[in-house]
């Protein structure tokens, strides 16, 4: 089961979770304001990174 990372009021969110629903692939969904990923989810993010956080975190985001 794929589980999406979202953020409220976040259109790469919206964009994400609308393209797994139109392609019938399940998931489940997290929003990170709400509960954060836990230490463990966030090594295995990055064990899936070429380029370690510079992938993951947006710095074009006003939280950035």
């Known amino acids: 089961m794929i589980k999406l990372f979202t953020q409220t009021?976040?259109?790469?969110?919206?964009?994400?979770?609308?393209?797994?629903?139109?392609?019938?692939?399940?998931?489940?969904?997290?929003?990170?304001?709400?509960?954060?990923p836990t230490t463990a989810e966030l090594k295995h993010i990055l064990s899936l990174t070429e380029n370690g956080l510079d992938d993951i975190i947006s710095t074009r985001s006003r939280a950035y």
Request: proline share 0%.
């Open 9 to 36: 009021s976040c259109n790469s969110s919206r964009k994400a979770r609308q393209w797994l629903r139109d392609h019938d692939v399940q998931f489940e969904e997290q929003n990170v304001g709400k509960k954060a």
